[in-house]
């Protein structure tokens, strides 16, 4: 099995989140890391985009998902964001920060996960 893996750090997602309904009601930004790892080695791509992940179609992918609908946990959009992402790119797995500055007194709070791809 290969390790082989895509990175998008620090990704800006546009999302209403937020356990008040006053935070949820305003649009916040949020930062991703999203780690993907590719289902063959790089070795094996021959300089061909159809063989692996696109970052920049996932990053517009989650850029859309993120504003789809409010949430109420930065969990909640860590989880939409992994199903995304093994879903619609075919990772074989992926693993998922969000990072939210909203607690005085820190740079932020993050939840992260980690999902394989069911084959």
């Known amino acids: 099995m290969t390790h082989d893996e895509i990175r998008i750090t620090g990704l800006a ?7 008040p309904d006053a935070e949820r009601a305003q649009l916040q ?15 094996d791509l021959r300089d061909d985009l159809a ?23 930065i969990e909640t959009l860590a989880a ?3 199903a995304c992402v093994l879903g619609e790119f075919g990772a074989a797995a992926v693993s998922v920060e969000i ?16 999902r394989n791809a069911s084959f």
Do not use: F, N, Q
């Open 13 to 19: 997602l546009h999302a209403h989140l937020g356990v």
């Open 29 to 43: 930004t949020v930062e991703a890391d999203v780690i993907m790892r590719l289902r063959c080695s790089c070795d």
């Open 51 to 73: 063989g692996t992940i696109d970052y920049d179609a996932v990053a517009r992918r989650l850029r859309a998902l993120a504003t789809e609908r409010p949430r109420r946990l």
């Open 80 to 82: 939409d964001i992994a």
């Open 99 to 114: 990072r939210k500055r909203i607690l005085p007194g820190t740079d932020h709070v993050a939840a992260r996960l980690h």
